[in-house]
C-alpha cells in the first residue's frame, strides 16, 4: 500500500528558529506538491516539482521558504527563521500523469507547525 | 478570479439519503482534471474521483460519482447512501495547464457535510 510520507507529523517551535519538513513521495511518482493549510486561507499551494525539477514556486515567500528535491525519494520544505504566522498544517503530495490528462495525486499526513 | 468555487460552506444530510456537493470552475484551457478530496477530522487528505475534461463518461468510484456538465463548468460530487462516516471536509480542486506545459492543482475552499442518525 504505497503512501507519502512525511516527517515530523508535529512540531512546536520558537519564532526565529529554523524549520525543515521532510517528504517521501510515492515511488515511481514524477510530481511533488508542498501546501499549507489555515483555517483562513484554506489549501494554499506553496510549490512543486516534476522530475525534481521546481517548476512553480510563486506561492511561497522567498524571504524565509525554500524548498528542494536532493533525490527523487526526498523533498524538503524549510522555513528560516520562522514566525508565528507560519502556524499551519504543511502538506506534501505526490503525483503521476498515467494517461493522457488521467492524473492521481496522494496526500501525506502532513506536518503541523505551531511557531509562538 | 476564482477557479474553484464551492457554495456550500456546510451542508446537514440526513444518513441514507444522496448527497450533492456543487462545484464549479472558470478555466479557458481545452485540457483540464477535476479532483474530489475528503477531509475528516483526522486532518489527512483523500483522493476520492477524478475527472479528465476530454472523459465523455461521468467517473464514478464506488459510491461516489462526478456529475460533470462541461458547457456549465460545473463537477459536482454526488454520494449515494450517505454513512455517518461520510462527516467530514470535502475539497474540489482542478488541475490545469500553466503556460501551455506546466500544470498546477488549484483547491476550493471546501463544504463541510454533517451525516445525521
Known amino acids: 500500500d504505497a503512501r507519502v510520507t512525511q516527517t515530523p507529523r508535529h512540531k512546536v517551535t520558537e519564532m526565529g528558529q529554523e524549520v525543515t519538513m521532510r517528504c517521501q513521495p510515492i515511488?515511481?511518482?514524477?510530481?511533488v506538491f508542498w501546501y499549507r493549510q489555515t483555517m483562513m486561507q484554506g489549501l494554499e499551494l506553496l510549490a512543486y516539482?516534476?522530475?525534481?525539477?521546481?517548476?512553480?514556486d510563486s506561492g511561497m515567500p522567498k524571504d524565509r521558504f525554500s524548498a528542494e528535491m536532493p533525490d527523487a525519494t526526498l523533498a524538503t520544505l524549510k522555513i528560516q527563521p520562522s514566525e508565528p504566522r507560519d502556524s499551519a498544517v504543511y502538506f506534501c503530495?505526490?503525483?503521476?500523469?498515467?494517461?493522457?490528462?488521467?492524473?492521481?495525486?496522494?496526500f501525506g499526513p502532513g506536518t503541523r507547525l505551531t511557531v509562538t | 478570479a476564482q477557479k474553484i468555487t464551492q457554495t456550500q460552506p456546510g451542508m446537514f444530510v440526513q444518513e441514507k439519503e444522496a448527497v450533492t456537493l456543487d462545484c464549479t470552475y472558470d478555466?479557458?484551457?481545452?485540457?483540464?482534471?477535476l479532483f474530489w478530496y475528503k477531509q475528516p477530522s483526522s486532518g489527512e487528505m483523500i483522493f476520492l474521483i477524478y475527472?479528465?475534461?476530454?472523459?465523455?463518461q461521468n467517473a464514478t468510484e464506488g459510491r461516489y460519482s462526478l456529475n460533470f456538465q462541461k458547457a456549465r463548468k460545473s463537477a459536482n460530487l454526488v454520494i449515494s447512501a450517505s454513512q455517518l462516516g461520510d462527516s467530514a471536509m470535502y475539497f474540489c480542486?482542478?488541475?490545469?495547464?500553466?503556460?501551455?506545459?506546466?500544470?498546477?492543482?488549484?483547491f476550493g475552499k471546501g463544504t463541510r457535510l454533517h451525516i445525521l442518525p
Open positions: 515511488l515511481g511518482h514524477n510530481t
Open positions: 475527472q479528465g475534461s476530454y472523459d465523455e
Open positions: 516539482f516534476r522530475n525534481r525539477a521546481p517548476l512553480d
Open positions: 478555466t479557458s484551457d481545452q485540457s483540464y482534471g
Open positions: 503530495a505526490s503525483g503521476l500523469v498515467f494517461r493522457d490528462w488521467a492524473y492521481e495525486q496522494y
Open positions: 480542486a482542478m488541475r490545469e495547464t500553466v503556460s501551455g506545459r506546466d500544470d498546477k492543482i488549484i
